[in-house]
């Protein structure tokens, strides 16, 4: 990383998140702030592999900051797996001029950067951008706080029918292996249990909790589980073996999907796709490569991408206590 600067490349990839158009749009903006091109990358890895490459100026990302999804689009790629996809990737890079590349995206996303760090010697920075908020390095990540929103306000309204029909409502909400989504939401909506894969509470203590609701009067309850098999079974397992034991329970099951990764971001997620849009582009210029950009305590942080992908975030444990202590 000797020679100046001139030309950074961005994309997104993996699961779109909303707040990567603010993010891109920061990119863009401050590309143009430091007199340097910005060149988009559609499709993540994949259109770096095919030079699917488009020079962005300030006004492209005019009208952005509001909007869901991503204007670059996502895709996981299977080809930037192998070193010929990587080595395609880097050629197009090369001819295209481009010096740096900023990455927005989770795990998967910052995996590929490490390996073309490795591979290539090519500077290369991570934003977090994934709903999950399962990324080591930051106390939030991109689309996280929006997808809580609207995780919330869903719940909200289930409530409405749990409660006029005295229902129990198993509802599933994403987060891949975390549980982040899910213990918030749970507090946030005041769920009478929360099943995440960091603390497998056990079918015992589940239907123990479910019977201290009931015998204290409680007409509806609801249980929102993390995505994935829990307690050894899938949310409508669960649901299922619940019926079966307790025949009394009028149980239906809700699975959230994809409209929890949609939507305009929340004020928070573009504030923070801004502030680590910008230290991106930042680091390059200030020779800084292979780092996640990530907020502590509300500071902006470096954190290695080998670091940022082989650790985990914790579960906080006091919202665990909250959590116990609230849904009683
Ligand atoms: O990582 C974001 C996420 O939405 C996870 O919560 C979920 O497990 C996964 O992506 C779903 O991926 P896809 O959209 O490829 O089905």
Avoid: W
Avoid at 66 to 94: D, Q
Avoid at 167 to 180: C, H, P, T, Y
Avoid at 223 to 235: H, L, R
Wanted: aromatic share 6%.
């Amino acid at each position: 990383m000797n020679e100046p600067i001139k030309k950074i490349a961005l994309l997104t990839s993996g699961g779109d998140a909303p707040g990567m158009n603010a993010a891109i749009r920061a990119v863009v903006r401050a590309c143009t702030y430091y007199r340097i091109e910005c060149v988009g990358v559609y499709r993540g890895y994949e259109g770096l592999i095919e030079g699917d490459f488009e020079v962005l100026s300030g006004r492209h990302v005019s009208n952005i900051i509001n909007k869901g999804g991503t204007i670059l689009k996502s895709a996981r790629s299977m080809e930037f797996k192998t070193v010929e996809g990587r080595a395609k990737a880097y050629e197009n890079l090369i001819e295209a001029g481009v010096g740096a590349l900023v990455v927005i995206g989770g795990d998967g996303t910052f995996t590929g950067g490490l390996k073309f760090i490795q591979e290539f010697n090519f500077p290369v920075v991570g934003i977090p951008g994934t709903i999950d908020n399962d990324i080591y390095g930051t106390d939030f990540t991109i689309g996280y706080d929006t997808a809580l929103n609207t995780v919330v306000e869903v719940i909200d309204k289930i409530r409405d029918t749990a409660g006029s029909h005295n229902r129990l409502f198993f509802i599933e909400v994403m987060g891949r292996d975390a549980g982040f989504i899910a213990l918030n939401t749970g507090i946030g909506s005041g769920a009478e249990e929360i099943l995440i894969p960091e603390k497998d509470i056990g079918l015992d203590k589940l239907e123990e909790s479910l019977a201290k609701g009931r015998d204290k009067g409680k007409t509806s309850s609801i249980v929102v589980v993390t995505e994935g098999e829990k307690i050894g079974k899938s949310v409508f397992e669960l649901g299922d073996y619940i019926k079966e034991k307790y025949p009394a329970y009028d149980i239906r099951v809700s699975v959230l999907g994809h409209m929890q990764r949609g939507g305009s971001p929340s004020c928070f997620d573009r504030v923070l796709a801004s502030r680590l849009g910008v230290a991106a582009v930042e680091c390059l210029l200030d020779r800084v490569s292979g780092v996640m950009v990530g907020v502590i305590n509300n500071e902006v942080i470096l954190t290695g991408l080998n670091k940022a992908i082989k650790l985990n975030n914790e579960i906080d444990k006091e919202l665990l206590r909250v959590a116990e202590i609230t849904s009683v």
